[in-house]
């Protein structure tokens, strides 16, 4: 597609389940991050991709959060027995090498 | 790990008048991005310098990259309702990964 896509863009789900966060980058771009962001606040960086290398997972809160990213192209992000303090909007972006950064239009998260 | 610091965090400013927003590394960088996002939206791209005080205007937004290129700054001159919005920053410091600023939420009073 023409931009970074992720599926869904609305997720409800209850409190302890396990949900599944889909980002499909911009075809050909090496870079794949995962962002969250709180209602009103900044970025908070979960999680880098790029190439083959290994990824930086240094932002991921917690070890019920994982990601990756299959074949260098689309990206998962699992979080496990969600918490109502997961709630958030997920923002994927890609990037082109060190290239500026597009951003897919987010999936928001809803704990109850 | 690079660490880049965004203020303010918040800013309100009455319709006209002027805004700025920081961004400051610890180490030198090699360029700077800036990014802007839309209430409701998702952060868009803006601009990109990468020489030593490198200054580039975009109509009322003007950006500077610090002599050096541990600083950069976005100005507002006469502020409208369409830039409300939060900015942000992003470095890249060698590697290919940006790290972004935690951004500057500007509301603008009509």
């Known amino acids: 597609g023409a931009g970074v896509s992720q599926s869904p863009s609305n997720k409800v789900t209850e409190k302890g389940k396990d949900v599944e966060l889909r980002c499909d980058p911009i075809?050909?771009?090496?870079?794949l991050y995962w962002y969250r962001q709180s209602l009103g606040q900044g970025l908070e960086f979960l999680i880098y991709?790029?190439?083959?290398?290994?990824?930086?997972k240094s932002g991921l809160p917690s070890d019920r959060f994982s990601a990756e990213r299959t074949g260098g192209s689309v990206s998962t992000l699992t979080i496990q027995r969600t918490q109502q303090e997961d709630s958030a909007v997920y923002l994927c972006?890609?990037?082109?090498?060190?290239?500026?950064?597009?951003f897919g239009q987010g999936t928001r998260l809803t704990v109850v | 790990g690079q660490q880049v610091m965004q203020i303010p965090q918040y800013q309100h400013v009455q319709e006209g008048e002027d805004f700025t927003t920081y961004c400051n590394s610890s180490?030198?960088?090699?360029?700077i991005q800036w990014y802007k996002q839309r209430p409701g939206g998702h952060p868009v791209f803006l601009i990109q310098l990468v020489k030593s005080g490198e200054v580039k205007k975009q109509k009322r937004l003007t950006f500077q990259f610090g002599e050096a290129k541990k600083n950069s700054s976005l100005h507002i001159t006469a502020t409208q309702t369409t830039d409300v919005g939060t900015y942000f920053c992003?470095?890249?410091?060698?590697?290919?990964?940006?790290?972004f600023g935690k951004g500057t939420k500007l509301s603008v009073i009509p």
């Open positions: 075809s050909g771009h090496t870079a």
């Open positions: 180490t030198t960088l090699s360029n």
């Open positions: 992003a470095a890249g410091a060698g590697s290919y990964q940006l790290t």
């Open positions: 991709f790029q190439g083959n290398s290994a990824p930086d």
């Open positions: 972006a890609s990037s082109l090498g060190g290239g500026f950064a597009f």
